[in-house]
């Protein structure tokens, strides 16, 4: 089981932007597609983006597309996620996991969840 802990978070304008950083423990890092996600209170935990073991595809929810970039460094077992043009509905604590089943969105397909990074915006 890898170990995932999220930072980056914090709180920021409309507008602004963030990096959040995903570090893994072991030795499997680029073995596995990795995700991110968030969960906002009283709301269901929701996709954010995929990205492929190598880096070479990525895969964005419709909410953030054109606003979210997903990458990764497997030299550094780093997974990145760029958010740019944020806006209030962004808010919500941020996940990664690592994708271990056939679906590149379903939450119930991810494994070693992270303990989260909040992420607000607001003015």
């Known amino acids: 089981q890898v170990q995932l802990v999220e930072s980056g978070g914090g709180l920021v304008q409309p507008g602004g932007s963030l990096r959040l950083s995903c570090a893994a423990s072991?030795?499997?890092?680029?073995?596995?597609?990795m995700g991110w996600f968030r969960q906002a209170p009283g709301k269901e935990r929701e996709f954010v983006a995929q990205?492929?073991?190598?880096?070479?595809?990525?895969y964005n929810a419709d909410s953030v597309m054109g606003r979210f970039t997903i990458s990764r460094d497997n030299a550094r077992n780093t997974v990145y996620l760029f958010m740019n043009s944020l806006k209030p509905e962004d808010t919500a604590v941020y996940y990664c996991?690592?994708?271990?089943?056939?679906?590149?969105?379903?939450?119930?397909?991810?494994?070693?969840w992270g303990q989260g990074t909040q992420v607000t915006v607001s003015s």
């Open positions: 996991a690592r994708r271990i089943g056939s679906s590149s969105s379903n939450p119930a397909d991810f494994d070693s």
């Open positions: 072991g030795r499997t890092f680029s073995s596995y597609a």
């Open positions: 990205i492929s073991r190598s880096g070479d595809t990525s």
